[in-house]
């Protein structure tokens, strides 16, 4: 077991080289087109090997019965889903009416413009965050400096529009809120601009156990989605 371990170690480190001198190469010959473009797939092949992940066969039908199995015994010992699968709403009405939500599901939020989707979203997060998980969010409409205000209004229940001429308690207790977010584990970007930097960014994060929750808000301005 430990040659064979070793044996896959250095098949993953040939990988590695293969690809980082595609990389080298693509860029020294680099004719137009999109830097993004052209790192997209060798940068999530690089993240598939730093998540473990390796060109092995499908698994067989019986392996995949035997899985199920498995998680029925979860399903049966934990009286539901596994604890560690469940990312709850903030509210226990949405868990109650929609379920809580489980890791790898896609959640579309869709309304007409200024509903409060984006709102939503940041609530969402921000729950998520404090009761100690780790959430991606990838704002590409709003600063991330105005994602933390906003998300130190909705804890504080202070609108920002109030803070200037708030009483000293009620602007000292705002602040308070945004300190508390200091340490959640929020890692925020507004970089990403097409759905492959969004998904290699959320796989590298999530190969280092830093991803419960990935918030992308929203999906219409990315440039491979909106065109």
Request: charged share 20%; proline share 4%.
């Amino acid at each position: 077991g430990h040659f064979i371990g070793r044996i896959l170690e250095m098949h993953s480190l040939r990988e590695v080289i293969k690809t980082s001198a595609k990389i080298v190469e693509d860029c020294y010959g680099y004719a137009g087109g999109g830097v993004s473009e052209m790192l997209s797939e060798p940068v999530g092949r690089l993240l598939e090997l730093s998540s473990g992940a390796t060109d092995k066969p499908e698994p067989s039908w019986a392996v995949v019965v035997d899985d199920a199995l498995v998680a029925v015994d979860d399903l049966i010992h934990h009286k539901g889903m596994p604890q560690g699968d469940i990312v709850d709403w903030p509210w226990p009405e949405m868990n109650r009416l929609f379920s809580p939500m489980q890791r790898g599901q896609l959640v579309v939020v869709g309304a007409r413009t200024s509903i409060g989707k984006s709102s939503f979203a940041r609530q969402v997060a921000c729950s998520v965050a404090m009761n100690g998980r780790y959430v991606y969010f990838d704002s590409l409409e709003v600063k991330p400096v105005q994602i933390a205000l906003q998300m130190a209004a909705m804890g504080s229940h202070i609108g920002l529009k109030r803070i200037p001429h708030a009483h000293t308690k009620d602007q000292d207790q705002f602040k308070q809120s945004l300190r508390g977010l200091r340490d959640a584990g929020i890692t925020i970007s507004s970089r990403d601009r097409t759905l492959a930097q969004f998904v290699c960014r959320t796989k590298a994060l999530h190969a280092g156990g830093k991803v419960d929750l990935a918030v992308l808000d929203y999906g219409g301005l990315l440039q491979d989605v909106a065109g």
